[in-house]
């Protein structure tokens, strides 16, 4: 792109360019990640690509666009370039501290409401490896009467969601940082809700570039067998749990029956599996009994 060839650019012809692009590089969405990234750079909706598409775009428009683009060939997450990522009907600010929110995450969101619907007024609740904040935030909005705390031992992890919390009014979360139960001390809920790394160390390393080569490791490596934290976070919740009290937690697809039976083995009653979209094993819950 020469400087004067740089008015000849219109919104068509340099949609079609990074599509192409994109395609060459062997991105999976190479349309879709063109419009979107445009259509931020232009400040404008993705249907305005259509309705302006002969219109020329301003140098800075392009510098802006072009810098996106460079971006992307690098394989950086379309959610770090844009800054964002929308989570269950909500905006999140999303960059390299944290993990790009999924929406399968948005089934652990589902399966806490659920389970926790007879007390909808008024629960005490904790979130394990908040990162963003995107499932404490989403529960702590969903239920704003009762009271939420998160933790995570990342201090740049909890920055970004202190101040996803501050942006979409999440008054009833706090925050603190520390390795799971660690800063809680001795205090009980009646919901914990987690979403521990899972991913295997030998799957880490032929993860896709975006996430290998950009997402927080240690949000990510769940060990040999990917279940290390999980096992951790089964053996410690009953102590933090109020009889009767519910845990749910996030799992890699393979992990639903290992999963399940490190749940049982420590006494979780009511134990279930809940699938994704793709309907693959996604979240596992399961109650605290009573002590005998």
Not at 15 to 42: H, I, M, N, Y
Not at 126 to 133: K, P
Request: charge should be neutral.
């Amino acid at each position: 792109m020469t400087s004067a060839a740089a008015a000849t650019w219109t919104v068509a012809a340099i949609t079609k360019w990074a599509t192409d692009d994109f395609r060459s590089r062997g991105l999976d969405s190479p349309r879709l990640e063109a419009e979107v990234l445009l259509a931020a750079a232009l400040s404008c909706s993705r249907i305005a690509l259509i309705t302006e598409s002969m219109r020329a775009l301003e140098p800075s428009e392009l510098a802006r666009f072009k810098g996106m683009v460079q971006r992307r060939r690098r394989r950086e997450p379309v959610a770090y370039i844009l800054g964002k990522r929308e989570f269950f009907g909500r905006s999140f600010r999303v960059d390299s501290r944290v993990l790009v929110p999924r929406p399968d995450t948005e089934i652990l969101v589902e399966v806490a409401l659920r389970e926790t619907r007879s007390r909808n007024l008024y629960v005490r609740a904790l979130d394990l490896c908040t990162g963003s904040g995107c499932v404490a935030i989403t529960l702590a909005r969903e239920r704003p009467t009762s009271s939420f705390l998160a933790t995570d031992i990342s201090a740049e992890a909890l920055a970004v969601a202190q101040e996803n919390a501050l942006r979409l009014g999440a008054y009833n979360l706090a925050f603190r940082r520390g390795s799971l139960f660690d800063p809680v001390q001795s205090a009980r809920f009646d919901l914990i809700t987690a979403n521990p790394p899972y991913v295997t160390s030998a799957e880490l390393l032929v993860l896709d570039a975006d996430v290998r080569d950009h997402e927080p490791h240690l949000a990510l490596d769940g060990g040999v067998d990917g279940l290390d934290l999980a096992r951790i976070i089964v053996d410690k919740a009953p102590q933090h749990l109020e009889t009767n009290g519910l845990l749910a937690m996030e799992i890699g697809a393979d992990h639903g029956p290992a999963t399940a039976e490190i749940f049982e083995s420590r006494g979780f009653t009511n134990v279930r599996i809940d699938k994704d979209y793709g309907k693959r094993d996604r979240v596992v819950s399961g109650r605290r009994p009573a002590s005998p």
